[in-house]
């Protein structure tokens, strides 16, 4: 999973960054601004607010007090950098809100994420900036360079955050092109220009709308938002270091320190009934901004909070300024601890585990539309994207809960990343042909959905609707260019024999041809799978298309290496499954074992769990042939008695063959893997 592993959270106004000389220009502008929002929650001109002011603001204005309170900004701002520099964030998670730089008139979203490859903030025109107060002139080194400045945005992480944030109710906007013409606003620069943000951190930029009325969001749907961002990190299971930052507030353009002070109070006793229940009428104009730091406490719970400091900028006799304030929260020395070790326990020896056999894991509901169809004897469209879905009425949070299992199932088994697939025994070829494509496409429609829901984890191979009596397999290539191509999967599934009666064709065969052409033109892999098996001897055996497993698993073997198929497909790379389903007993230079170099084609995964049998195989079609694999969660949950851990816990078994050495584990475990199947590697990186 995701970790957040500390927060930020720093007022921007301009007076942080203009230098003290600028104060009485800020000073200038409160005092012609017309709608100063008093700690009455009503609007009043400087006047008027000048005699509602509490006595003996005169010693706030001296020179000597800005330049301390300004010192002690800079000293906390610096603090804050150190504090970000410190988490080593692979992501910045920003929350801020945008005052019509990104957004105007034509549309002002309430919550809006931003999911493109990366943002761009640039200063007014010449013409434009001139106008601008000389005050704010002064403080634009802090929002926005000389030049255009670009902010790579970590496109995949926001399109799954806006993702879970929709299935938690929230209405988010989302935006994956920046408005043309339009910047990137001063919330969501200045953690780059000021806190220490480097250019090459992603970013996932959450834009609230604090100042527009009416559908400002209340504090309590702020405060929820954040527990929604938090559960969307943590369903990223990627390793991704995420950091939050608030930007904005806290109170302005008059300074409330009793306001101010019962937000800060609250951050750091976790008090979220208070936050929650800050009201709406304080958290207008510039005051507004206490609403970023809302959504983050929401994000950040479970961190300790700290405020590093609390400057009141007073700026005028009438109370005008900024509450400038500086926070921090940093994980428990446990939970550090604790998190190191866990991120520890996912590796071997450091090197991620990638396993090439996995299936998709879905509710037990999900399948009624299998039945239904079957029944009706009729096609029907895949209902995957509905919320609930199919006749089962599966909720997306069903499909969530079923993903999530799958997820901690392979993290107690150290397997940082699985390629899924369809469950053999339920591809059931032997349904009418008619009804094949539309069940094929509803699976890799789950199979996408488990993959997006959690991307640092699981990539998508294909179900293919094979036929097991049409002339050829060319049916089936406009289904795996739609989930190659649409859905980035990076493999398919083929059954020796699908329908389960040995009537279909070996793989050596011409009827494989067209797909053997399409896969080594999409650059994927094919993983040989048996399926069910039909054949009526087999009926005393529980569960017995593990036999067909076996059997058409190891003639798929034989007939691949004795054929001429990598002879015409030279770049194709196929994957046998369950060590190839049983092993030769014939020496190497036996002429019943094929005299070719297979090495750059034909592969086995380590699926078998028989301690001996697997030993033998690995042994037996030589390291440089064997990727990892466990099928977990699947028929391996029996217990090894001399354990007492399941027999698909296979990287300590892998990890205790005293005849493999170091390299050749982690060739096993890594190496092979990420060579035949290059986006596992991607995947965890």
Known sequence: MADIVAGIASSHTPQLSSGVDMWPDHAERD?????????????????????????????ELAPDVWEGKYSR??????????????????????????????????????????????????????EAFARIPAGIRAAYWAVHGEEPGRHPVADELSMHVASCLTADGFDLTLLTEQPAGRTLGHAFTFPRYRLGLTEDTLVVPVFVNTYYQPNVPSAARCYALGQALRRAVASWDSGTRVAVVASGGLSHFVVDEELDQSVLAALVSHDA?????LPRDRLRSGNSEILNWVTAAGALEGLTATVLDYVPGYRTPAGTGAGMAF?????????????????????????????????VSVPFGANSFLMLMMGSNTPMPSPVGEDPAGPGRVTIEDFRAAAAGHARYMDERNIDVQVIGPRPFLT?????????????RYVNDMIHQQCEMFPGRFLGAAMLPQDSAAPDLSGCLDELDRVVREYGFVAAYVSPDPAGRRTTPGMHEPYWFPLYARAQELGIPLIVHGTNSLDPRYRVVPHNYQLGFMTEQYL????????????????????????????????????????????KNLFYDTCGYDLNFLEAAIKQRGVGRMLFGTE???????????????????????????????????????????RVIPALAKAHG
């Open 556 to 599: 798929a073997g034989q007939f691949l290496s004795h054929g001429d198929v990598f002879t015409r497909y030279p770049e194709l790379q196929v994957i046998v499954c369950h060590c190839g389903g049983a092993l030769d007993r014939f020496i190497p230079t036996d002429h019943h074992i094929a005299q070719k170099d297979l090495t």
């Open 632 to 674: 977990a969660p699947g028929s391996g949950r029996a217990v090894r008695p001399e354990t007492g851990r399941t027999s698909d816990d296979l990287v300590p078994v892998i990890g205790e063959f005293g005849f493999l050495s170091e390299a050749d584990k982690i060739a096993i475990f890594n190496e092979n893997p990420a």
């Open 428 to 440: 059931m070829g032997w349904m009418e042909p008619h009804l094949l494509p539309a069940w094929a």
């Open 327 to 359: 926070a921090r929260w940093l994980l428990s020395a446990d939970r550090r601890t604790r998190l190191l070790a866990e991120r520890e326990r996912l590796l071997y020896n450091g090197v991620p585990v990638l396993d090439v056999h996995g299936h």
């Open 273 to 277: 009934s208070a936050l929650r229940a």
């Open 31 to 59: 005092r012609r601004n017309p709608r100063l929002l008093g700690k009455d929650a009503r609007y009043h001109t400087y006047e008027e607010l000048l005699t509602l002011a509490p006595p003996g603001l005169d010693p």
């Open 73 to 126: 900004c800079q000293d906390a701002i610096a603090s804050l950098a150190e504090t970000l520099r410190d988490a080593r964030a692979d992501v910045a998670l920003i929350i801020g809100d945008d005052q019509r730089e990104m957004f105007l008139d034509d549309g002002i979203p309430a919550f809006a994420c931003f999911a493109g490859s990366g943002l761009v903030d640039m200063r007014p025109a010449a």
